[in-house]
């Protein structure tokens, strides 16, 4: 990959409890969960790229964003543009 391709990537990171879901969906949804870390690292608030599969949460959690992996999966998280690193909050079933 090149310099310029790079920079258009954003950086992941993710809670504790974040990154143990995320293994989980991996070893259980691996082709949704890969289709899904494609989707952080280059059009994290894209919601046309998204297909339909992100919705801005309410109340307390307005600054996060909900992606479905499937039906029943779902990561939350929020997009720091100007650093361009996506922090996962929650990574799992449901909540």
């Excluded at 990959?1 to 990154?19: C, G, K, T, V």
């Excluded at 949460?57 to 779902?74: E, H, I, P």
Aim: net charge positive; with cysteine; charged share 35%.
């Amino acid at each position: 990959m090149s310099p310029e391709e790079n920079r258009d990537i954003y950086e992941i990171r993710f809670s504790r409890r974040a990154e143990k879901g995320w293994k989980t969906l991996e070893e259980n949804i691996p082709e949704a969960t890969e289709k899904c870390l494609h989707f952080l690292m280059f059009t994290p608030l894209d919601r046309l790229a998204s297909g339909g599969k992100i919705k801005k949460m309410k109340g307390t959690f307005s600054k996060f964003l909900q992606y479905d992996v499937t039906d029943n999966a779902r990561i939350q998280y929020w997009v720091d543009k100007d650093c361009r690193i996506v922090y996962v909050k929650y990574a799992g079933p449901h909540p």
